[in-house]
């Protein structure tokens, strides 16, 4: 695994996919975005994530939680950090949670957390 | 006789009397007769022409009399005059026709009938004393010799003519006295028949003035339909069904109560609801016992909050349908005969709460998601201090600000959604509220400071932990802190207590503010209200704190109250069950 690790943003917020790109970006990842599950697909058959930070309210019929069993399928060696406006009592189980409004601060202390596990 | 009576009796009344004119006139008719029979066919022999004709011309101008007197002004005994008077020309008659031979005195029958006929016995004896005259004045009078022989028959005859006067004014008496008998229970009869019209027309009227108000009140009934009405016995067995009953629990009035009511007070109203919203416990949770039950829904139905929507009734399909109660006692007088439920639809009020608590949320994060990019962003760019000025980054610093607040707004509009939906989450871990406490009372220093206002803070030296959800309630506690202080002039002092009472934690925070009247005591914990001191003294705030507040309480299984005096300051008051750990 590379020093910069692969994440994938799926969130159909544009002005949220590109904050979370900044972020991770200058965090030090290498980012890839996507506006929903669909647009999720061909990127993780093209190379799996390392990180997969989804969106739980997705625009139409489409969900995180699709989103998911998606990233899932696709890239189980994925790990999936949950970023939504939702309750995080509401938030399904993750390997990591980033509640919005979030902070550089925490998605730094994300990348932290998830570090060991990579 | 009554005057009345003889009025109404048939047969009986002065009317009806015969005409004295029309009585005499037999008399006169056989004395004029007896002219042709003694002429023509020698029967007996004028001796006194004088005499005779005198008679035929008294009985002539009597009968003339007769007929012109008006007899209804005369007194009613004065119409004996006549036939005394008929009596006497018979007897002057008799002396011109042969004297005590003649054969004409059997004419003096017709008067003294008539006089026999008349009421009182003093009349038959007026008649006896004519008819001595008119038998015995001739020989008196000298136109008869006592001597002659004949006296014998004539007292005989007169004997037997007074002794038929006698019989007939006896017949006619008691005639009368029955008659008279007969017109009184005739007119009692009458005056029975009057009052018991009289009792029919005031009955007719008294049964109208009923049926008016049996129509009202009936209209009345039928135009509840909105309401389920249901009135019941001292048992709350039902004996009324309102159609709004019918509408909403689906049982026809014939359901319930019979055809015409046949089972009335069989059906016991607690049926109808479902125990466990009436605070009962039933092992099958279909029917609670009624006598447990009817003082429960008495209770509720008399409560301010008709028990706020919570209440289930079960209609005739078996759907639960929350409901608001309100009761009232029926009483006769002074005895209490039973009580009148009226149950209202709260589902229509449920759904609109529901959709509003909806509305709120998915409001709540519309918000977030732009506000979450204005804070990303602003973050963003004060990550690059070095290119920006003192006064754009104070700027950015106010921005910031200003959005948390707005997200802290919305978080607190989707708590409140939650917890009107039934659904606050809770993570509850052990916690000292002691520490919580203090820590309020750390927080605010600085803005107190700022106020001029102390806060001093008083927890027990041991801690008192609490299964609760540490951040919801140390919200809580900071809200009724910072809400001290923001109403409590400088000057004045804030106290938090913390203690243990029955097994609750209790905290109170009491101020030297501004009080708060009695009318808006009652509502303070609803959203967005705002005290009339609040507004008054341009306090900042929307009125969602003390919400907030009673919600994380009631979540807990807790009790917030106050208590305050305008002009002295408020005491609040949070008791949470304390579990031993």
């Known amino acids: 695994m590379s020093a910069s690790p692969d994440v994938l943003v799926i969130d159909d917020v544009d002005d949220q996919r590109e904050l979370l790109r900044t972020l991770f970006t200058r965090a030090g990842c290498d980012v890839r975005t996507a506006a929903g599950t669909g647009a999720a697909e061909p990127l993780l058959v093209e190379k799996a994530p390392d990180i997969a930070v989804v969106d739980l309210l997705l625009r139409g ?16 060696g994925a790990s999936i950090v949950i970023c939504s406006v939702l309750d995080p009592a509401q938030f399904p189980a993750a390997d990591a949670h980033l509640p919005k409004p979030f902070t550089a601060a925490q998605v730094r202390r994300v990348l932290d957390q998830l570090k060991p596990s990579r | 006789m009554t005057p009345t009576a003889s009025a109404r009796t048939p047969g009986s009344g002065a009317g009806r009397r015969s005409h004295p004119g029309l009585l005499l006139l037999p008399t006169l008719l056989l004395v004029v007769l007896a002219l ?15 005499a005779m004709w005198s008679s035929v011309i008294w009985l002539a101008l009597l009968e003339v009399a007769a007929v012109l007197v008006p007899w209804h002004r005369v007194r009613r005994d004065g119409v004996a005059v006549v036939p005394n008077l008929a009596i006497l020309a018979i007897g002057l008659f008799r002396v011109g026709t042969g004297g005590s031979a003649s054969m004409f005195s059997v004419i003096i029958l017709l008067p003294i009938v008539w006089v026999a006929t008349l009421p009182g016995r003093r009349m038959v004896a007026f008649g006896i004393g004519a008819l001595v005259v008119a038998f015995l004045g001739p020989y008196f009078s000298g136109l008869e010799a006592w001597g002659n022989g004949q006296l ?10 007074a002794a038929v006067a006698i019989v007939v004014n006896e017949t006619t008496r008691s005639a009368r006295a029955r008659l008279t008998e007969v017109a009184e229970l005739s007119g009692e009869r009458a005056r029975l028949l009057e009052e018991a019209e009289r009792g029919r027309t005031e009955l007719a009227a008294a049964a109208e003035g009923l049926r008016e108000s049996e129509a009202f009140a009936k209209s009345i009934w039928e135009a509840m339909d909105n309401e389920a009405v249901i009135v019941t016995d001292e048992r709350g067995r039902i004996v009324g069904w309102g159609p709004g009953a019918e509408l909403l629990l689906g049982y026809d009035v014939a359901d319930i109560l019979g055809g015409d009511g046949a089972h009335s007070g069989e059906e016991a109203v607690g049926d109808l609801f479902v125990p466990r919203t009436v605070g009962l416990p039933a092992a099958d949770d279909s029917v609670a016992d009624e006598a447990e039950i009817l003082p429960r829904l008495v209770e509720i139905g008399r409560s301010a909050g008709q028990g706020e929507g919570d209440l289930l009734v079960r209609s005739v399909d078996g759907v639960e349908i929350p409901v608001y109660l309100t009761c009232a006692e029926r009483r006769v007088g002074d005895e209490r005969v039973g009580y009148t439920f009226v149950l209202r639809d709260a589902r229509h009020a449920k759904e609109i ?4 608590d909806e509305f709120v949320g998915t409001i709540s994060h519309e918000l977030r998601t732009p506000l979450s990019s204005i804070l990303g962003y602003l973050e963003l760019v004060i990550e690059e201090e070095e290119t920006l000025s003192e006064d754009q980054k104070r700027f950015i610093g106010v921005a910031q600000r200003n959005a948390n607040r707005l997200l802290q707004l919305v978080g607190d509009l989707l708590f409140i959604a939650q917890v009107e939906a039934g659904k606050i989450p809770l993570r509850r871990e052990s916690v ?4 919580i406490a203090s820590a309020a009372g750390e927080s605010i220093l600085p803005v107190a400071e700022r106020a001029g ?15 609760a959800d540490g951040r919801r ?4 506690i900071d809200n009724l802190v910072s809400n001290a202080v923001k109403f409590t002039p400088s000057g004045g002092s804030v106290t938090i207590v913390v203690g243990r009472e029955d097994g609750h934690a209790v905290v109170t925070v009491t101020d030297t503010g501004m009080g708060i009247e009695p009318d808006d005591l009652e509502q303070l914990s609803e959203r967005f209200f705002r005290s009339k001191m609040a507004t008054r003294q341009a306090i900042k705030g929307v009125g969602l704190g003390l919400s907030i507040t009673k919600a994380i309480v009631t979540a807990h299984d807790g009790t917030m109250s106050a208590t305050s005096a305008v002009g002295e300051g408020t005491q609040f008051r949070i008791a949470l069950p304390a579990r031993p750990n």
Do not use: C, E, N, Y
């Not at chain 2, 206002?453 to 299964?467: E, F, I, K, R, S």
């Open chain 1, 61 to 76: 019929r489409d969900d995180g939680w699709r989103a998911m069993d998606r990233v899932r399928a696709l890239a189980p």
């Open chain 2, 36 to 50: 042709p029979a003694v002429w023509l066919f020698g029967a007996g022999q004028i001796t006194d022409p004088v």
């Open chain 2, 152 to 161: 014998v028959r004539v007292v005989f005859v007169a004997v037997v003519i």
């Open chain 2, 353 to 356: 709460t529901r959709l509003k």
């Open chain 2, 432 to 435: 000292d509220i002691a520490a």
């Open chain 2, 453 to 467: 206002v102390a806060v001093a803070v008083h927890v027990p030296d041991a801690p008192l932990h609490l299964h």
């Open chain 2, 473 to 476: 309630i140390g919200q809580s």
